[in-house]
């Protein structure tokens, strides 16, 4: 049995609208419509989606805060709408947009209430908080008042918080969500230790497919509440049909480039052009080939984006659909 | 999923209920985990109010400046009256007390409870739910501030001055143990008033002012004889909002005077059950207003 799973699980909103000066309009919004999924243990799991999808609300039911409204849901055998505080000492949960560290207080008091209130034994709490001192570089930090921790950092102290009582699974929402590159970076290689060390089963939402990349084997996309795709990330490209870009920058301005096989022309700016090129395949020989041919001075390669390759799989944009939806 | 009986952080004091068995088992290790929360959170806010010292004894300072000159207008009254409604000052200085305390021990433990409609509105009640604790201690802990202490300070010292001064009484046991027992059952019925309070934000975001009408508002009421109130207006204390338990009834009886309105005497005793029955109420509305945050999200 999977660890995490799910069947059929729903979520039904009752939105009330003004619809005029006194009268109201009342309106089902179903945020998850018949999601059905499972996860094993020790998957790093991507669940992406536009705004509005249902990401933060199947997050919520999978923490108990919600209550679903039809289907079934199991977390490491648990229900978590009926035994929700039982649950919370196996999992571990982080919402990037909102800090679970006590703004006044050092850190190293918001984490000493986790050990109390999660009681952690003493030697083992002392082994974890050491582990995520070290890789997620607190040390100086500890004793700092969160309040003037900076994003990154506060991030990084919420993750930290989140794992302190050994939880099976991880949730993490938007958890690179406005940090530098270089925060990311460490973010990111302490997520992959931690699912390689530890096991623990990573489930994240986000916006940046590079997370997804450089962590997830596996991606489900979620958009009106149903799931659209669930596979690995290549096969997410392919049935989006989605293209990568190479931007190159020549020596001069030039002709377009429209001899190289393999690669579509798409637009020139000066010495500057775009070409796209499926993203399924590789850009090392495309790379190759145009190096041959032309005097090239720079190059970079454009992932798409999330929007844009839910958008191609589904045809239209996100607008057009939800008005052919509705 | 009506149909879930799972077990909601029900107030610890719902353990009153009087279930037999497994149930009063269950709800004692529940009063204990809630207790425990309770402390851990109230903890950890104190720690953040020290980090600002000279804040908190200038609120500390301000606070017992407000409800003392309360108690001066009273004192102020007394110097032009011979009494408020046929009572004496000391027996005013008993009822003001008595009422005093009890808001001040329920304003000090559960007062933080009216903050939680913010927590609804923007969502933080979240991160509340994802802790293996009772979600009712983490509320009523949230935000728990020891400037609270002013008032308690002020309903204890006026209930001693009057105790002191009342020389009319003939005490009997009964009534010595009467007087401790007024005070935790009234705290107790304050405290399920502003549990039910905090209920009702969970479907109405600004419900906070109604509550204070009943907790701030039955305070005032209870700190003056009954004997100056419109007789309709002591029935609604006593039957629809069972304040009048607080202070009142038992008070009435302390001093030997007649119940109001009609009431029968043996009320004067009733408050221990009536505050057990508040609790449970609370208990239950707390627990429907959970379930029904939990079915709609924030």
Known sequence: MPFI?????????????RAGLLRREKREVRAVDGITFGVERGEMVGYIGPNGAGKSTTIKMLTGILTPSGGRLRVAGIDPARERTRLA??????????????????????????HRMYQVPDARFRENLDRCVELLELGDLLDVPVRQLSLGQRMRGDIAAALLHDPDVLYLDEPTIGLDIVSRTRVRSFLRELNADRGTTVLLTTHDLTDIEQLCSRVMVIDHGRLMYDGDLTGLHESGGGERLLVVDLATAM???????????????????WLAFPATSSAAPLVAAVAAAYPLVDLSVREPDIETVIAKMYGGTREER???LT | MAERTAAEPVARREGAAGVAGPGRARLVRRGGESWRTYRMVAGMWIRSTMTYRSSFALTLFSSFCVTFFDFVVILLMFGHVEGIGGFAFAEVAFLYGTAGTSFGLADLTTGSLQRMGRRVRDGSLDTFLLRPAPLLAQVAADGFALRRLGRLTQGLVVLVWGLLLLDGVTWTPLKVLLVPVTVVCGAVIFMAVMVVGASAQFWIQDAAEVTNSFTYG??????????????ELVRGVVYVVPLAFVSWLPALYVL????????PSWAAFASPAVALVCC???GLVWRAGVRSYRSTGS
């Not at chain 1, 069947?7 to 609208?17: G, H, I, M, N, S």
């Not at chain 1, 002709?255 to 052009?273: K, L, S, T, W």
């Not at chain 2, 030997?256 to 009431?263: E, F, I, K, L, Q």
């Open chain 2, 256 to 263: 030997g005077r007649p119940a109001p309105a009609g009431v």
């Open chain 1, 5 to 17: 799973e799910l069947d059929a699980l729903e979520k039904a909103f009752t939105v009330r609208r």
């Open chain 2, 280 to 282: 449970g109420l609370a």
């Open chain 1, 255 to 273: 002709p377009p480039i429209e001899d190289v096989p393999g690669a579509r022309f798409v637009r020139a700016e000066g010495p500057r052009q």
């Open chain 1, 322 to 324: 939800r008005e052919s």
């Open chain 2, 218 to 231: 039955g305070n005032t009421l209870l700190q003056y004889p009954p004997t100056i109130f419109a007789q």
């Open chain 1, 89 to 114: 000492r196996r999992i571990g949960v982080v919402f990037g947009q909102r800090t679970t560290l006590w703004w006044d207080l050092p850190l190293r008091d918001s984490y000493r209430l986790v």
